[in-house]
Structures are given as structure tokens and as C-alpha cells.
């Protein structure tokens, strides 16, 4: 944030090292995300500890959509409009799509800047797995913006319990019921009730919950499942092709690769399903990757982006998990499977910084990576964990209310 004003450097986003504007606002409608987050910070850790299992999933899900619901309604409606009211989102192509078929078959043309008619930002910067499932939900008649958005916040808010599940499946029950409180109230709130990122952080741990499942339980279906899941996520976006790290740590974790095979052929038919189709990733990335350097991300220095994505991320993770690191490297050590699990997360992280096709906007473009690891201050001594999941909520309260975000 300090560096771009020091240097005189334009960086290209409005806030470095956030895609945002410096908007302060405050209204009637912040009071209840207040008191929501307070109420949350007391009850949670508590709740964690004695509802039965089940109770606790649905309460994990529930308070997820709560608080990420409260803190993007303290602008109203528009909190969760807004974005899907943008024509460089991926409704405005969606609802103009016709012919399933044709849309693949013609997709890799409409890439480029110079193409006619080409897509617009988020369409073009994606695998088509993305948009079609906006296709989909426009297709079910949920065309207002509103309602869009709390779709993607209800399947979003999915996410935690696929990753309460991992956690319990590869470790422990105390260990899954200990992270709820810290991925609910975590700051990636802000950004995950508002674009397509958060849809594919939920699919995402889904796909690595059933990989666990199917290492623990040796069954094939789970695992073909998981390849499915994890296959989509391939067409989603380019850059979860990082989440074979999270998937060999999954492996590794359970100590078996007996459901590889299996997950390896779900991935494939997904695969098959879209080239057959008429879309071929390995042909659409390159052209991807020239349409990025034609435009803003040819302005945008890797310089400062490298150490500015870092900055940025950590408005969704917190500084809470930055005071975790030290003792979970020490967890690290002694194999608990938050901290591997976490420690993969962040090796997918480095490698997405270092590639260069992750230049700013990296607080939505990580989230499926990013809810591995917020849970990582559970592990810290109990006294300080109200404090620091206060810290949390008011982070993501100030960015929310400071800032206006685009995603």
C-alpha cells in the first residue's frame, strides 16, 4: 500500500494492493453486522465444542451464510447485486448464451481482444466450466442480480463443511470442530458472496473432501466423485490446476494412493466431456495467457505484485493466521493435518504468485486455497482465541465498510 505512493508508481488498481476504492461508508444496516460478528465471536467456540456432529455441519453452514450475508447487506440488496450487475461479469454473457454446443465450439475464438465479439473479462479469462454455471442458473429462471448472488453465497457457504469433513476424515473430531469458528468469521466473507470464486471454493473442497473419504473408506465411488468434482474445477478456472497439490496432500495425509486411479478417470471424462464438446483447455490457455499480457497485466509490474498479491491476500486470511505461523510450523512437525494441509495450501500459493498470471485480485482469485489455511490460529492457546477471532470480524467489517470492492 506504502511502496506505490512512495515510489510515484501506478500499480493499476484504484487501492493497492486491493481491486477496490477508497469509499468510506456507515449506515443503519452496518449495526446488525456488528452485533452478528460479536455474537458469533462468543457462541461459536463454545458451540464448537459441545453440539453433536451433524448439528454442528449445520450450523457451520448456517452461520457461514449468516455472516457472510450480514456483511455484504450493510449496503443493502446492492451488497450482493452489484457485482452480478457488471457487464464485465459472467451473467451479461451468460444470459446471451444459446446453443450449449456452439458456445464451446466457438469459445477459443471469442478470446482474444481483437476477436468479434469477443467475451467479456471474466468469461474470457476462464475455462467455459465457469461460465456454464451461470448458464445453468439462468436457465433454472433466477435471472435478478439479488437472487443470483444468494445462490452463489448458499453454495459457497457449502465449503466449510466439506473442509470441517476433510479435517475430521484425515485427523480428528476436535481437530474439525476447533477450525469452525475460525473459517466461519475468517475475511474472506467479504469476498465470498460475490463472485464466481466463491462457487469454486465450494466445488473445489468438495472434491478434495471426497479424495479423503475415498483414502480412508477405500471405496472407488467417493473417489470417482472427487475426480469429477476436481476434473470441473480444471474448466472453472486455469489456475485450479494448482489444486493437485492440495490433492496429493490429501494422499499423502491418508498415506495411501489407492484412490488415484479412480479420481484420475472422473477427472478424464470431465476432460473428454469438454473436448468432445468442442473446447480444448490446452489450446484455450495460450490464447488466454496473450489476451492477460495484451491487456492491464502488461501494466501491472511483477515487482511489486509478487510481494503486493501477499498484502492482498491478507486481507482474506487475516492477520490472526500471520501470528499462527510460527506454532503451525511447530504442528507441522508433529503431522497434524491442519497444518499439512494448510502448509499445501500456501506451497499453492507461492506457486500462483510466481507464475505471473496472478497479478492483483488475488482476494477473490485464492479462495479456494485461502479456506485451508485461515483455521490455522485454532491451533494458537485457547485465551487468545476470542481476541484474535474479534480481530477477524473487525478486519473484514473494515474492509467492507472502508472499501469498495469489485468482487
Known amino acids: 500500500m506504502v511502496v506505490p505512493l512512495w515510489l510515484d508508481d501506478d500499480v493499476r488498481v484504484h487501492f493497492p494492493p486491493l481491486h477496490a476504492d477508497w469509499d468510506p461508508r456507515f449506515g443503519v444496516l452496518t449495526l446488525p453486522a456488528i452485533a452478528i460478528g460479536l455474537l458469533f465471536v462468543l457462541v461459536l467456540p463454545g458451540l464448537a465444542r459441545t453440539l453433536p456432529w451433524r448439528a454442528l455441519l449445520a450450523t457451520a453452514f448456517a452461520t457461514t451464510w449468516v455472516w457472510i450475508v450480514a456483511v455484504a447487506m450493510t449496503e443493502g440488496t446492492e451488497g450482493l447485486a452489484r457485482t452480478f450487475e457488471r457487464r ?65 453465497v448458499t453454495i459457497a457457504s457449502t465449503a466449510i463443511v466439506a473442509v470441517m469433513i476433510t479435517l475430521r476424515t484425515l485427523g480428528t473430531e476436535k481437530i474439525a470442530r476447533s477450525a469452525m469458528p475460525w473459517i466461519v468469521l475468517a475475511p474472506t466473507a467479504v469476498w465470498m458472496g460475490v463472485n464466481g470464486d466463491a462457487v469454486f471454493t465450494a466445488v473445489a473442497a468438495w472434491g478434495l ?65 469438454f473436448t468432445l464438446g468442442g473446447f480444448a483447455w490446452w489450446e484455450a490457455y495460450p490464447v488466454l495467457r496473450e489476451r492477460y499480457y495484451d491487456g492491464i497485466a502488461s501494466e501491472r509490474a511483477f515487482s511489486y505484485w509478487v510481494w503486493g498479491n501477499i498484502a492482498a491476500w491478507t486481507f482474506t486470511a487475516g492477520l490472526a493466521v500471520w501470528a499462527a505461523f510460527p506454532v503451525g510450523v511447530r504442528a507441522l512437525r508433529e503431522r497434524n493435518v491442519l497444518a499439512q494441509l494448510a502448509a499445501a495450501a500456501l506451497l499453492t500459493i507461492v506457486v500462483a504468485d510466481l ?53
Open 88 to 152: 464485465q461479469e459472467y451473467v451479461y454473457d451468460a444470459q446471451s448464451v444459446g446453443s450449449i454446443h456452439t458456445m464451446l465450439q466457438t469459445f477459443i475464438d471469442r478470446i482474444p481482444y481483437d476477436a468479434p465479439d469477443n467475451w467479456y473479462v471474466h468469461v474470457a479469462g476462464h475455462p467455459p466450466g465457469a461460465l456454464l454455471y451461470f448458464v445453468g442458473v439462468d436457465r433454472l429462471g433466477i435471472t435478478d442480480p439479488f437472487w443470483i448472488g444468494v445462490v452463489c
Open 209 to 273: 473432501a471426497l479424495l479423503a473419504v475415498a483414502a480412508k473408506n477405500r471405496r472407488a465411488l467417493p473417489a470417482v466423485g472427487a475426480g469429477l468434482l476436481l476434473g470441473y474445477c480444471v474448466y472453472l478456472s486455469y489456475g485450479l490446476t494448482l489444486l493437485g497439490v492440495l490433492a496429493v496432500a490429501v494422499l499423502l495425509v491418508a498415506r495411501t494412493w489407492r484412490p488415484l486411479p479412480w479420481a484420475l478417470g472422473g477427472a478424464l471424462v470431465v476432460a473428454a466431456a
Open 355 to 407: 507464475s505471473g498470471m496472478s497479478k492483483a485480485e488475488v482476494e477473490r482469485i485464492w479462495l479456494p486455497f485461502t479456506i485451508w489455511i485461515v483455521a490455522l490460529p485454532s491451533l494458537l492457546p485457547t485465551r487468545w482465541h476470542k481476541p484474535l477471532l474479534a480481530s477477524q470480524v473487525v478486519l473484514a467489517l473494515l474492509a467492507q465498510q472502508l472499501l469498495l470492492t469489485r468482487w
